[in-house]
């Protein structure tokens, strides 16, 4: 069955450092979705992605994080210049369209700043 | 703005036990409710879904019901198995993409 993967499994940064988490959506998946969730908190959105394009993204989507589906397969997840409170596991989703579609979730990246 | 709240765990049961995790929400119009599952070192999987009030969601056992009058969308299971062991994601959807989630619920199930 296809999956959604991300890489790496778990990263650890300095603070002030940039990181680029990796996610490889199902292949024919059109919709892609970054989350997080920090420890002992909830998941929360951060930014969809169709048509090479952001088409939602949240508050916490600031100026120091980016999106980018650099070559038709991976969709990365840039954090410019990282802060002790981005600590948190980030998960990437795919769907195949919009709304009534299911979100397929990967794994999950831990990310550690230190 | 929407929220999702879902009782805290861990929920530790034996095996064969009757399973609840409380689940209840608030959202604007009408939303879809979803229960997701996570297993060790997987990615969140959708377990179940109901889209309107009075439906009933289910899959492997697991049963929910939208309750729109209690805001509410209670996972059970009449009885668990060690392989249930995992964590348990309330959410909700109400007209964009986006999911709205709980914390999750941790289930540990003994032998």
């Known amino acids: 069955e296809p999956e959604v993967t991300q890489t790496p499994s778990h990263q650890v940064t300095q603070m002030g450092q940039e990181v680029i988490l990796r996610c490889v959506p199902i292949?024919?998946?059109?919709?892609f979705y970054w989350y997080r969730q920090i420890l002992g908190q909830k998941v929360e959105f951060l930014v969809s992605f169709y048509n090479n394009e952001i088409s939602e993204k949240s508050e916490i989507f600031d100026d120091q994080f980016s999106v980018e589906r650099p070559d038709g397969s991976n969709f990365t997840l840039k954090i410019r210049s990282t802060k002790l409170e981005d600590s948190a596991m980030y998960f990437c989703a795919s769907s195949q369209g919009d709304r009534s579609y299911e979100q397929y979730f990967g794994p999950g990246t831990r990310l550690t700043v230190t | 703005g929407d929220s999702v709240t879902q009782m805290e765990g861990p929920v530790t049961l034996s095996e064969e036990a009757f399973l609840t995790i409380n689940c209840t929400y608030t959202?604007?119009?009408?939303?879809?409710l979803f229960w997701y599952v996570q297993y060790p070192g997987e990615g969140l999987q959708l377990l179940l879904k109901?889209?309107?009030?009075?439906d009933k969601g289910s899959n492997k056992g697991f049963e929910a019901t939208y309750r729109k009058e209690t805001t509410s969308f209670h996972l059970e299971k009449g009885s668990v198995q060690v392989s249930d062991s995992a964590v348990y994601f309330c959410a909700l959807r109400s007209g964009y993409s986006t999911l709205t989630f709980g914390k999750g619920t941790m289930l540990l199930v003994s032998p």
């Open positions: 109901a889209t309107k009030a009075d």
């Open positions: 959202a604007t119009g009408y939303p879809s």
């Open positions: 292949s024919n998946h059109l919709y």
